[in-house]
């Protein structure tokens, strides 16, 4: 079996991590598993240090007609079985690299946004239905979307996203300690994300005086960078909330802020699925999630982690507050959350059941 993997971005976040996993995790179970990304990307280089190999192309944009040669190329030579795109503009020049050449089309959808969110004159319709064969919704929530959508539900396969449930479990926070001046007795509240209006930050930063009106010790730190920095530190300032939040921008130790964080929030008002989350419970902390895309399937209220409407900073704060105060029924729930990550949503089961889709995709095309 070969498979022909594209990704896209040139930054790195959760699509990209979970690219390599899955291309990390082929490489024992003798399946061919190559890799198109862009050149100089955050994923190219870790690829290699990985040992998979990896074909650096440029590509600017969906129809980039030059890159689609390069990968007309590739796919002729190599033969590949399937061609799995991981982004939406992988989507597109995997179709138009393989017009003609007998091969498969498998897309991961990782967004919970309807694919008529940004179209002209609804022509992602036509790309959805007819640029591929298959697709892997990385939530049960994103499969239902797609199928409203348009797209046959028998052509949509779920498979959650995996984590490598121990790799944050040996990283140590005393430097943030020292770097952030934190004291004893303040209570750590974390979201890690990137800064995008779908990750609802304004809604937690909103929510963050009246916590401190309840828990004055507490303080947030908000891990990511993105587009929202400057207005989302607007907002902070406005409020007055001073050294009480924090905003890191992009960090490499993002695992010493959940060794360090009492609880972790995940504030958004659409999430595919929410790596982020199972990072945190892998790591046994309590968490507290917005009822929004996939973020239920993981976080199954009062029994391993506290849901709480999406978009309301007043229902946010009153979730972060229970879950600070009744810190013995919180670690319960933690726990629960963290047996639940390691037999559901490991790098292993994920990995399992892509290749279970491939497998299945074969077999139906050779009837």
Not at 153 to 177: K, M, N, Q, T, Y
Request: charged share 20%.
């Amino acid at each position: 079996m070969k498979i022909l993997h594209l990704n896209t971005e040139k930054t790195w976040r959760g699509g990209e991590q979970q690219t390599l996993n899955l291309l990390q995790g082929l490489q024992p179970r003798g399946i061919t598993a190559h890799l198109v990304c862009q050149p100089s990307s955050h994923l190219a280089a870790r690829a290699r240090n990985a040992q998979i190999k990896v074909f650096p192309v440029a590509m600017r944009g969906e129809v980039d007609l030059l890159a689609s040669r390069r990968l007309r190329k590739l796919i002729q030579t190599f033969r590949y079985d399937i061609i799995h795109a991981h982004t939406s503009h992988a989507h597109m020049l995997a179709f138009l690299s393989s017009i003609g050449i007998q091969t498969r089309r498998l897309v991961t959808r990782r967004v919970d946004f309807s694919i008529y969110r940004h179209s002209f004159l609804r022509l992602s319709g036509l790309k959805y239905r007819f640029m591929a064969d298959y697709y892997i919704a990385i939530s049960r929530k994103i499969k239902e979307v797609l199928v409203q959508d348009g797209i046959a539900a028998d052509r949509i396969f779920v498979v959650p996203s995996g984590i490598h449930a121990d790799r944050f479990a040996e990283d140590r926070s005393d430097h943030l300690i020292a770097e952030f001046e934190i004291q004893p007795h303040e209570q750590i509240v974390l979201n890690v994300a990137h800064l995008a209006g779908h990750k609802g930050q304004q809604y937690l930063v909103q929510a963050i005086p009246r916590v401190l009106a309840e828990i004055p010790h507490t303080r947030f730190f908000i891990v990511g960078g993105g587009a929202l920095m400057d207005e989302l530190q607007a907002l902070a300032a406005s409020l007055g909330l001073d050294r009480k939040l924090v905003f890191t921008g992009f960090r490499t130790d993002v695992g010493a802020f959940y060794h360090l964080a009492d609880l972790f929030v995940m504030s958004s008002v659409q999430e595919g699925l929410g790596t982020a989350v199972l990072d945190a419970l892998a790591l046994g902390k309590p968490v507290v999630a917005t009822r929004s895309g996939g973020l239920p399937e993981i976080i199954h209220d009062g029994e391993t982690g506290k849901l709480v409407a999406a978009a309301d900073p007043g229902s946010l704060a009153e979730g972060i507050v229970e879950m600070l105060t009744e810190t013995e029924r919180a670690q319960q729930m933690a726990q629960r959350g963290q047996k639940m990550v390691r037999q559901k949503f490991s790098m292993e089961a994920m990995v399992d059941k892509n290749v279970e889709v491939y497998q299945h995709i074969l077999k139906a095309d050779n009837r």
